[in-house]
């Protein structure tokens, strides 16, 4: 059974937005990793798809189900959130609804912002509006990091560190390339023979980044070393650069010799196509309209927009043959790079929504949740979903607006950031997918065109704006959200409210009932001057503070006399009675005080108990007197 049974809502909600947040994720961070793809045309929107439906899916179920951090980023404390874990879970609900507009509206402008950032932002926002600026973790040294930092400056430093570093390692890769293969005599030859090679050194940098990226996560560090997981990448990749010496390359050679020109319309007999029109039924428009995404032109922007038109016509184009070969080479980059997000990306993206369902189930916030199978199939279903139906406009803001590609450019682009990610990771130095592919892009874009006109820089002011943006709008954004919720008056906690309240007057009640009955025992002894310290006056003080007191407590719960009490005031009534109690009973007092004339008793002694040995009273020690009228 649920610790947290009112937090059921919550767990609907947050899978909603979850499906959400994967959608728009889809649409923008999933698609930027085939913008280099599609936009060198090695692969179609359709195909890359289909890869991310089969590589996304596999990354996120085999190595994605790793233990994942309840706070993003270590952006908030979680010790602020222990004693209303639901609070947290309502937080992570508002960040991913956030985070879903948020990734929708730059999709639909053709803006790569990091989901990443999008969740911290969130974060950072709803705790800031529950903890203030104490809450976020905005600097904190980390000495196994470079810089040694983390926190909110880390994810800063992301927005420069990142596309420079990458800019700098796809352009000294590109540059090797069009050095040793691309700008030679015999450019295909050498790039038939280079491929063996070029398959070893793609297959190593891109498995070993799957592994340290995903396996390393699901694995212990003693089970897992780094050094295995380069020797394991190098018997693969061995392994597959000799397949490709013995069997792909005389294949692609047989191909290369039978390959001649295409016969013409009307050449051999065919007949031409005579389109007939017919009307469409819904099911076949609605179909259409579900495909529309898969189906968009990504490269039609250049027949209308002259600028972008002239960075491509600027770009340098290689022999097409030696093109052809980087493609297989691109494509295994490609599915690597999607393979190793389902792998650290979308077990992390699952946090939150785990995270809401360990509040759910324990009634506790955990330091670390694993999240189930249905958590990371609704966040993989949605990744996939909004690629394949909105995912082409940062598509053609990465692989056509941004710079010219090809696939020896795209291929170096995808190679650099794996490579690039992959060393970060070691290092501890903060990177994000988004800006590495974005720094990339214009490292390659620079070689042709050092004078910087082979990129688009306006479109790249765009990019870094948003990489701003997206901390601080999600973040603000959250923050809104979460303050109209947490602040508003609730119906679950008013419930519990009212019964604490309702408990603690008839506690009150009960106490003070006990009180009189005591009291009016002695009221005859009292009238007779026979308690020396329950005088007439006194005994008459004490009857009307306790009828008072009584009265006070059944008031403050009626609703005929009061609508709402603060919780002070009913704790005060409390304190009040239990005061009565310590100053007044035999307790504190001591038997022979409050029973005058009543000079032996039984002590606490078992042994005198046992035998009924009768010794004089003992008056208990009275607690200090700052207790007896105002309680812990």
Not at 191 to 196: D, I, T, V
Not at 319 to 329: A, D, G, H, M
Not at 615 to 629: G, H, I, R, V
Request: proline fraction near 4%; charge should be positive; include cysteine.
């Amino acid at each position: 059974m649920a610790a947290l049974p009112s937090a059921l809502w919550l767990v609907v909600v947050g899978a909603l937005a979850s499906w959400g947040f994967g959608w728009g994720t889809g649409a923008n961070d999933v698609a930027n990793a085939f913008g280099t793809s599609v936009g060198s045309k090695t692969l179609t929107l359709k195909q890359a798809v289909i890869i991310a439906a089969i590589f996304e899916f596999a990354g996120a179920l085999l190595l994605g189900r790793v233990s994942t951090n309840t706070i993003a980023g270590g952006i908030a404390s979680i010790t602020a959130f222990q004693r209303q874990p639901e609070v947290y879970a309502y937080g992570m609900c508002c960040a991913l609804g956030v985070g879903t507009i948020w990734l929708i509206i730059t999709s639909k402008m053709g803006l790569n912002v990091s989901s990443t950032h999008s969740i911290i932002g969130g974060i950072m926002g709803f705790a800031l509006v529950y903890e203030g600026a104490a809450g976020v973790t905005w600097a904190v040294r980390d000495p196994g990091a470079f810089p040694p930092y983390k926190g909110v400056v880390a994810i800063i430093l992301t927005w420069f560190i990142a596309p420079v570093l990458t800019g700098l390692v796809s352009a000294v890769i590109f540059l090797l390339v069009r050095t040793l293969v691309l700008r030679r005599k015999f450019a295909y030859t050498i790039s038939f023979w280079l491929f063996p090679l070029l398959v070893l050194i793609t297959v190593f940098i891109n498995v070993f980044f799957v592994f340290t990226k995903g396996a390393k996560k699901s694995i212990s560090a003693d089970d897992w070393s780094d050094g295995k997981a380069a020797w394991i990448a190098f018997c693969v990749a061995a392994g597959l650069a000799l397949l490709t010496a013995a069997i792909i390359l005389p294949l692609l050679k047989r191909m290369d010799i039978e390959a001649g020109p295409k016969p013409t319309n009307g050449a051999n007999g065919s007949v031409p196509v005579v389109e007939v029109y017919k009307e469409l039924s819904w099911a076949q428009k609605a179909s259409k309209a579900a495909m529309h995404g898969m189906n968009v032109d990504i490269h039609h922007r250049l027949t209308h927009d002259e600028h972008l038109k002239a960075i491509h016509d600027r770009a340098k184009i290689f022999q097409p043959k030696v093109e052809y070969t980087f493609k297989y080479l691109q494509v295994f980059s490609a599915i690597c790079v999607i393979f190793a997000h389902g792998a650290g990306e979308v077990g992390y993206m699952a946090g939150p929504l785990a995270t809401i369902w360990d509040v759910y189930q324990n009634g506790a916030l955990s330091k670390s949740v694993s999240p189930p199978v249905w958590v990371i199939l609704i966040g993989a279903s949605g990744l996939v979903v909004g690629l394949a139906t909105y995912g082409y406009n940062v598509t053609r803001a990465m692989g056509v607006q941004l710079a010219k590609l090809t696939p020896t450019w795209g291929f170096s682009a995808e190679l650099a950031t794996s490579f690039t990610i992959m060393i970060a990771a070691q290092y501890g130095l903060p990177t994000s997918s988004s800006q590495c592919i974005t720094g990339t892009v214009i490292g390659v874009g620079l070689c042709e065109n050092i004078n910087g006109k082979g990129v688009n820089w306006c479109q790249f002011l765009r990019q870094f704006a948003s990489w701003v943006a997206t901390l601080f709008l999600v973040g603000f954004g959250t923050a809104a959200v979460f303050a109209q919720g947490v602040y508003a008056p609730s119906v679950v906690e008013g419930r519990d409210v009212i019964t604490y309240e309702n408990r603690i007057a008839n506690l009150t009640t009960n106490l003070s009932k006990d009180f009189n009955t005591t009291l009016l025992s002695y009221r005859n002894a009292s009238a007779s001057n026979a308690l020396p310290l329950l005088p007439p006056a006194q005994w008459e003080a004490l009857n009307k503070t306790v009828t008072e007191a009584n009265t006070k407590a059944k008031k403050q719960v009626d609703p005929k006399y009061t609508q709402s009490v603060t919780p002070n005031a009913v704790l005060d009534s409390l304190y009040k009675v239990l005061s009565l109690y310590q100053q007044n009973t035999v307790f504190t007092l001591g038997q022979n005080t409050v029973y005058n004339g009543s000079a032996v008793c039984n002590n606490n002694d078992t042994a005198t108990i046992a035998s009924n040995t009768l010794s004089a009273c003992k008056a208990p020690k009275p607690l200090t007197t700052a207790y007896q009228t105002k309680f812990p």
